[in-house]
């Protein structure tokens, strides 16, 4: 486990789980820490007022990370739908990250072959998707 510092303003841990990195939220996506730029993430998915994450479906391959900001005033999660049955980190219990204003979450992806979906537990109908290919 490794411990890393957002910007000042708060510090994360990130720590390697069946072949996924996981961490916990942080940071000020439109501060001195430059957000998600700042995590060298393939892919970047902001949350925001509307109530929906953009873009909502991507594809990545395997190894890349995405990194999730919220540049909106409401809070949100990233949560994941259901168990993956062939990646046993993405979980609804084991991902279940709070994305408060100006906060990140950054998950890398592994699996080749596999669809995760997610979902903000907060607003009905905040949804997405990620492709490995």
Known sequence: ????????????????????L?????GNPSGEGNGCQGTGASVVVTAQDNLTFNPSKITIS?????????????????????ASPLD???????VNAQLNPASLYLKSFGKTNTNYIYK?????G????????
């Open 62 to 82: 395997s190894g890349q990370s995405v990194c999730w900001q919220n540049l909106g005033t409401a809070a949100h999660t990233v949560t994941a739908v259901s």
């Open 88 to 94: 046993s980190s993405w979980t609804p219990d084991s």
């Open 22 to 26: 996981l961490t916990a939220s942080c």
């Open 120 to 124: 903000c537990s907060i607003h009905i």
């Open 1 to 20: 486990m490794r411990l890393l510092r957002c910007a000042g303003i708060c510090s994360f841990a990130t720590a390697l789980v069946g072949g996924a």
């Open 126 to 133: 905040m949804t997405g998707e990620i492709d490995v290919r």
